[in-house]
């Protein structure tokens, strides 16, 4: 009965039917399963203008590079507070058109930094501008590829009032007269990633990371405060403004070396900027505050860092002090 | 004894490890998943390693046994011996001995083998004998001997197949060369249409669908028209799946470099419609080739059909399940992404090129296959794990869990259709292992094997949630794949085209060039995949202590530049490639006129040995 290597209707036919429904099993079963996944309460459908970002993403296949996806594991915690659920895709995830499909933003490089979060983690508008003009402007390492045909270069004269001008270094420009403009596409793509952040769980749902088998050094008791790596904390959440060296920007982003405001011996404006943010002075770019991100330990080791690098010497502030700040704060919601 | 001793640390092992297992403090376990929790697996695990050494127990026995009804037909063959001693008279006797004094005191004299004689070939039986070989680099290797006759038809398909797939392989890696370039130097260009993302997928779709397609289907062709001992059900089919094929690549690539991308998922960049012409295509190969097998002239059909057949009536499938929409919504997609890209590569490139091995191996060692039955194990076991796997791409993902298990477990039992398939090639090549210094194909072979085994039992490795948490989003994933889609399918690819190109068109390639092609295209991967090896764990190390990203992207630098290094010397085997091939095939003036004989060198051949018309030999 089983002549398989003389009958080839058997063959062929048991090879693709046996196919077919491993395939159903394990792909099409499981597809439609989590395809009746309902976004959490607390997102929010995309704007016009943030859809047509995320098609430009697409379009410039950002996902060779960038992964979307918090994993469970210790190790990702640095791109979210929680890891990724499938309600997570439900707005990004549709069909785009009839052409193209529902894009695939999970990735599988992480070349460059996941995005998951990067709405909250790096919410200015600026930064993104320069960084898509040209990421070595704010990133002197970065190997991202730059994205000049987003920009238009205009004559000082032909500038108009609704143009959005992006204060480009001079050594990064060929021309000496023209300025460099975000065009609509641009300024889409920057929206789309400005919205990139995880959304609230609903109260006490927890979806927690699996913890690395690394044990946490246990906190002894003793009257010495351990703070964690303020150096890696600054890397991570201040440097591609504010450069590692301290030095900013200039036309985008206040240096902190020298910086009167970290210097002061009364770190409270320190404090209250990074947990607040800042747009008080109109030569600078825009910056978000940490409040949700950052916890007391970390600001505080942050705060350190600062006060105590690039020629800074400010004495160093408490766990306490920071705790102090965050409930004044928050009382003055 | 030692039996005893085993059964005890077996009973030891079941006594103390559930408790590690279940051992967990969670107070009120979630039942929902059941399946998947440790305590389940773990328990099934028991219960095969119960099965294992039963079946190593009983093995035992067996084994026991045999050998005692051996030791008796032992015995009773020396009480038989006794017996004719016995009964042998004393002259027979001493006979006997006389014979064995002489053959035990015989000596040589010296000059059996040679002669002071002057040599006289009479019948003009040695044909070529040189003292200075060709060059002084490499080893002189054995011409291929045999000329297959060809129908003109098949011929000038299959060379027109490898011919398109030469040139997209040129292309696609001229591309992933530029590529690589553009890790160490981001500011190359500036312009869209060259940029990063764009062109990543213009690299891996040319090598995926134009070069390993299109010249797997073309050394199909022949295998499936001579194991079927019949010519191609139609011509016309094969050239319209020619054209349909690479019109896709060709307007895909067109296509992604001017934005337009289906969405990001690997290998199914290209929109639906330009994926149509390609499907179209496969559909057509797919008939042609069942027909083929329909119409053959023998009773079986050799197990080579099985895997083309199996290759192109799962990618079929496969490719329609990655395209149609009503179910790739939300994460939908991505179930199906793992899904896609890991059977594409398993039940397209894998399976059909281990088809082509099948043939191409065996004939070229000019003996059988080692094992049939293994064969068609590990076709079948090829379709059940390989089918299973797709998500061990998506490991720690927000995917279903018990998807991610049954990957995982999967990807370990990958193991079998591995072992199965490695067995067979090496067993075949046994005995001839002298063949492989003397050939310039089977080199090929044997890279391509090895790399068969390595590359994916490293796979399977890497499905583990451990190696996940390291490996997962770095470099060493480039690494494995071009591990095996360049170590396995490419070498293999080429082995069959330097194996069979030749004997239809009657053209030796340069053995220079191809020596030149094998090294340079062998240590450019070995540069290639581990300097991204080691370089990918360090940065999942850099990742897990927690350092700034930037510091990952600094340390790869050097090692990105040593792929660099790597991929150039590949390009350039490409071009040393390109260049055989042309060689090959070009300027074949009535090539079947002059069968090949094993001659001096091709130009002088047909005044020195006028071959007799028409008259050749075929295997």
Redesign the interface.
Known sequence: MLD???N?KL??GT??F???M??T????V??????Q?QPLPSMETFSEEELKGLHIY????????H?Q?V???E??N?WGKR????S???YS????DL?????????????G?DLTDVGQRQSGMEWHLLHLYN??IV?K?????????LFDLKEESKIRDTDHLVPVPQEFLNSSTKKVVASQKALNLVAYLQSLKQAEMPQNTSVSF?P?SKENESFDDSDEELLPDGE?LY??NC?ACHQADGSGLSGAFPPLAGSTIVNDENPETLIRIIMEGYDARPEFGVMAGFQETLSDEEIAAIVNHERSSWGNAADAVTIDEVKEIRSFVNSLK | MYIRKFYISLLAIFVLFPKVVFAQPTPNPDTSNWLSSPGIIGTILLVVIVLVIAIFILTLKASAYFTQLQTRTERNKKIEFGERLLEMDETEIDSVLEKRKKAVSYRLSGDELGSNLEVDDSRGIIAAITHEPGNPLVDEKKKSPITIDTPFHLKKMITWYIGAAVFWLVFGTLIGQYLGL??IW??MD???WL????L??VHTNAVFWGWASLAMIGLGYFVITRTSNNKLYSYKLAWYAWWLMNSSVAIGSLLLMS????????YR?Y???VALLFAIGMVLTFYNF?QT??H?KI???Y?SN?YL??GL??TI??VI?G?L?????????????G??MH?GVG?WFMTFTLGLIYYYLPSSLNKPIYSYSLG?LAFWTQ??FY??I??H??V?????WW?QT?AIVFSAGMLIPVVAGTTNFLMTMRGSWNEITKSYVLPFFLVGVVFYFVGSAQGSLQAFRFTN?IW????F??AHSHMTMYGIITFILWACVYAILPKITGREPKQIMVGMHFWMAFIGLFAYMVSLMVGGTMKGLS??E??????S??LMQPFWLWRAIGGTLMFISHLLFAYNFFYITGNQRNPMLHPKINGPDTENRETIYPGPKNKTVTF
């Not at chain 1, 995830?93 to 785009?96: G, I, P, T």
């Not at chain 2, 934005?259 to 690997?266: A, P, S």
């Open positions: 398989f290597h003389k080839h063959l062929v090879a693709l046996g196919f077919l491993l395939s099993f394990v792909a099409l499981p597809a439609f399963q989590i395809q996944t697409v379009q410039e296949n950002c996902m060779s590079c992964t996806q994993r469970n594991i190790m990702d640095t890891p990724s659920i499938p997570d895709y439900y995830k549709q069909r785009q052409w193209r499909q529902s894009p695939s933003l999970l990735g599988s490089e992480r070349t930094p990421p070595r990133v390492e970065s190997i991202m590829p730059s994205y000049p045909w699996i690395s890696n890397m991570n440097a | 553009k890790f981001p500011e500036a312009i869209s940029s990063f993302g764009r990543r997928p934005g337009v991308n289906n969405g990001g998922g690997e960049e929109i639906w419609p069942y097998v329909a053959r009773d079986e059909i197990v099985w057949l199996g009536g799962w499938i496969l399940i395209y929409p009503m179910y790739q919504d939300g994460l939908g997609e991505t179930v199906i992404q899904y896609y059977q039940m068609v379709m059940l089918t299973l797709g998500t791409h998506f720690f993902s927000p995917l279903p998807l049954v948490f997962h989003f770095t470099d994933n480039v990742w897990i927690g350092k700034p990203f930037i510091e992207v600094i």
